[in-house]
């Protein structure tokens, strides 16, 4: 495992993982493979490019582009994909679920394709707690169930399953991580915590889902990316493996520790009208990682308090971002008229 391909590298946990790789590991050199999608942006690896110029190349591509893909791994000697690129935000999968069973399920069948047809040492899938639903209560292993409840859930449940039957039917040297909800530097900003954070920077309402007592577990992506690391020189192949804190908080105490940190009044806070199927609980057991000598560095209040730092330190990155006529579209689509009294 030397040369890796890093699909979805440009975006948000995929670039954070890209630099983590190249500063712990000086032999190894990476390819991020990335289609620049409204998530994908080349200033996140910015600074990769500047310091790494020996070991790092970036292809602009599609991962359902089953030619490029192959050309890309035979011209950079790839034995290793570490497939971060999907569509990923739960709204957006309720607007246009085409788009994300076109990648993240077709565009896992590829990798998987060319994994298994060039002979590849791994393919390792970072897919997401959503896969297991809505937890009323416990914690949801690896051998639980899955049961996604929105399409973007479903698409990441889909590649888990082709992953899986890959390995069984073709003996694949596969490795699957499920993370919780990652927060960090360069997490784009309609996600909810930077979402929070750079709209009560400029005094602008945080819209609030229903009551927000929804719970989630909020981890830091480079305590997520060490995680990622380790399973890939320590895992078992065909194994799954739960990422997150192993604790929760309710999306509500969330916003108000975003407001607390940027010294910003409660009433800043502004209720929605709720996401449509809105899982309310999601909770990870994560003994199995603990068992390859894994620990979180970040409480979820502590990912929180890095994340926020980072926005308010960074406006030179998201301010432009929120700024372009896209993410205007977008924000107006999303929150017009969903206010409750």
Request: proline share 2%; net charge neutral.
């Given at each position: 495992m030397r040369n890796l391909m890093i699909t979805g590298g440009a975006g948000f946990i995929g670039s954070n993982f890209v630099r983590y790789v190249l500063d712990r590991h000086p032999a190894y050199r990476i390819v991020v493979y990335d289609k620049l999608t409204y998530a994908g942006n080349l200033d996140n690896l910015r600074d990769v490019a500047e310091?790494?110029?020996?070991?790092?190349?970036?292809?602009?591509?599609?991962?359902?582009?089953?030619?490029?893909?192959?050309?890309?791994?035979?011209?950079?000697?790839?034995?290793?994909?570490?497939?971060?690129?999907?569509?990923?935000?739960?709204?957006?999968?309720?607007?246009?679920?085409?788009?994300?069973?076109?990648?993240?399920?077709?565009?896992?069948?590829?990798?998987?394709?060319?994994?298994?047809e060039m002979g590849l040492e791994r393919m390792h899938q970072v897919s997401t707690d959503e896969v297991y639903g809505h937890v009323p209560e416990g914690s949801s292993k690896e051998t639980d169930a899955v049961a996604p409840r929105s399409p973007y859930a479903a698409s990441k449940t889909s590649a888990d399953l082709m992953i899986n039957a890959y390995h069984v039917t073709y003996g694949l040297p596969v490795t699957i991580t499920r993370g919780a909800n990652n927060i960090g530097p360069y997490q784009y900003p309609e996600k909810v915590v930077p979402l929070f954070t750079t709209n009560a920077l400029d005094d602008i309402p945080l819209p609030l889902y229903g009551d927000g007592l929804q719970v989630r577990d909020y981890h830091y992506v480079l305590d997520h990316c060490e995680a990622i690391d380790l399973v890939l020189h320590a895992g078992e192949i065909g194994a799954i493996y739960n990422v997150g804190t192993g604790a929760e908080v309710p999306n509500i105490e969330m916003a108000r520790v975003i407001l607390r940190l940027l010294g910003k009044p409660e009433s800043l806070i502004q209720p929605v009208r709720d996401r449509p199927g809105h899982d309310r609980r999601y909770a990870l057991d994560v003994e199995k990682m603990r068992a390859l000598g894994w620990e979180p560095a970040h409480t979820c209040v502590e990912a929180i308090e890095s994340t926020v730092r980072w926005y308010v330190e960074n406006e030179w990155w998201w301010r432009p971002i929120?700024?372009?006529?896209?993410?205007?579209?977008?924000?107006?689509?999303?929150?017009e008229g969903r206010e409750i009294q």
């Open positions: 310091r790494w110029p020996k070991r790092y190349a970036f292809v602009h591509g599609d991962i359902c582009d089953a030619a490029l893909v192959r050309e890309t791994v035979a011209a950079h000697e790839v034995d290793t994909v570490v497939d971060f690129a999907a569509e990923t935000h739960v709204d957006r999968s309720i607007m246009d679920p085409a788009a994300f069973i076109k990648t993240d399920v077709y565009g896992t069948y590829v990798l998987l394709e060319a994994t298994r929120k700024s372009g006529k896209r993410y205007q579209e977008y924000y107006r689509r999303q929150y």
